[in-house]
């Protein structure tokens, strides 16, 4: 069976294909020796998130975002690319005074004057992160940087060394490594790390990496640096799978992550701070993963982000779309009635958030709409329970859903129903 297409577009995507075929064959465990007890959270939020187009935050509402992101338990912030406007820098210089912890990282080209530019902002900094990037792959060497592959080499180089000393952590990100060509992004990230850098960061940022393209390209570029430094990992959403592919990273050993809350971002988004987080901790078991992220507070920074940024969460989004952990079919009901578990990943407390929802239509059932009179104190015979169900089925496809008891209770006694008090004790 062809797992794959056979001509990949670009060179490195097809060297991944051919590994990934070869490793099929021969690998006894997928994640091999690669399992990390500890992955940091790196949240972009404030940078990649505030590129989505149409986002426009002040200082202070970045300030705020901070806040939460650190309340969260982030290991990095970056705070933005200050270089691009007075605001930007505004906002960076606000949350380094405000914030001692946790690490915050500014972006940064490899420039000389821009890296000093960052030195000054972040010089007050508890723990300060210069984040350095150039593309890598063709396209954009020859498109965009117009440069050829020893220059961006060379320019790497000496940037990295110019900003050695001067910030707490360096990390070099690679733009583009998913298209680019894997030998030469296995030197760059070499000289790299031997130019002095703590990190080296793998972005797919067109998001057209697979799950299995990811973790066999973390593991060629540990090779490349020996293991001696981190190997991190920035993955775009545009085939829906940027959180698939870092999980799949931290299985072949990525020890850095990066995120955004509610997975906002450049076109369709980046891996969900709040999607990852609960992935590692439903298969903390499978993984052997930890993090510092308080899940508990997810729904908060959540709600916070989409506050300030004015989103528009569609209903299905998982975790946090208005549909998440609301239900109607009455299989379903019936079951979580029995047993939450049996229709839910997990409670939604987990998250912090308020709790699970029951709503009355076209697919409810006898169980749900006993249950909702039942939270009334009231109840009815089996054969009404069956009657007021048909009409509450007939009522919804023209007038809409019931939302509470309240409204199940107005639209009953509408109908004529006769409400006997419960006999039940202890009703919910």
């Not at 298969?283 to 508990?296: A, L, P, R």
């Not at 009815?380 to 859903?401: H, Q």
Request: glycine share 8%; aromatic share 4%; proline share 4%.
């Amino acid at each position: 069976m062809q797992i794959l297409s056979s001509t990949p577009p670009y060179p490195l995507i097809q060297y991944i294909v051919h590994l990934f075929r070869k490793s099929c064959s021969s690998r006894k465990n997928e994640g091999g020796t690669a399992f990390t007890s500890k992955v940091k959270i790196f949240d972009t939020t404030l940078r990649d998130g505030e590129q989505a187009p149409g986002i426009q935050l002040s200082p202070e509402s970045k300030l705020i975002i901070a806040r939460a992101l650190s309340e969260v338990g982030v290991d990095v912030i970056e705070a933005g690319f200050p270089i691009n406007s007075p605001s930007e820098k505004k906002a960076v210089e606000m949350i380094v005074k405000d914030l001692n912890s946790p690490e915050i990282a500014v972006l940064c080209r490899p420039i000389k004057e821009e890296i000093d530019f960052c030195h000054e902002i972040l010089k007050k900094a508890e723990r300060s992160r210069l984040h350095l990037w150039i593309a890598t792959s063709s396209i954009h060497m020859k498109y965009k940087l117009n440069m050829s592959p020893a220059k961006v080499i060379d320019k790497t180089i000496q940037a990295i060394r110019y900003a050695s000393g001067k910030f707490d952590t360096i990390q070099f990100s690679s733009e583009d490594s998913t298209r680019s060509d894997l030998d030469f992004l296995g030197n760059i990230m070499r000289e790299a790390t031997r130019a002095g850098a703590d990190i080296v960061n793998l972005a797919d940022t067109v998001g057209c990496a697979l799950p299995e393209h990811m973790a066999l390209l973390v593991r060629e570029i540990r090779k490349s640096v020996g293991d001696k430094i981190p190997v991190g990992v920035h993955c775009h959403n545009d085939l829906n799978l940027a959180t698939a592919n870092t999980i799949s990273s931290i299985r072949a050993g990525a020890k850095q992550v990066d995120v955004t809350v509610t997975g906002i971002g450049e076109r369709a988004g980046n891996t969900s701070l709040e999607q990852l987080s609960i992935a590692l901790l439903f298969h903390q078991k499978h993984f052997d993963v930890d993090t510092n992220i308080h899940t508990e507070k997810l729904g908060s920074v959540c709600d916070t982000v989409i506050d300030e940024m004015g989103l528009n969460i569609g209903m299905t989004q998982p975790l946090i779309g208005e549909n998440a952990f609301r239900h109607e079919s009455g299989i379903h009901v019936h079951g979580m009635l029995n047993n939450p578990m049996t229709y839910e990943l997990v409670d939604p407390k987990i998250l912090g958030l308020l709790g699970k929802r029951y709503i009355l239509g076209k697919h409810t059932g006898k169980a749900a709409v006993k249950h909702f009179l039942e939270k009334k104190g009231c109840e009815l015979p089996d054969m009404e329970i069956d009657r007021l169900t048909t009409l509450i089925k007939e009522r919804s496809v023209g007038s809409g859903l019931l939302e509470d008891e309240n409204d199940l209770v107005d639209f009953a006694i509408e109908k004529g129903f006769d409400l006997e008090p419960s006999r039940r004790t202890g009703n919910e």
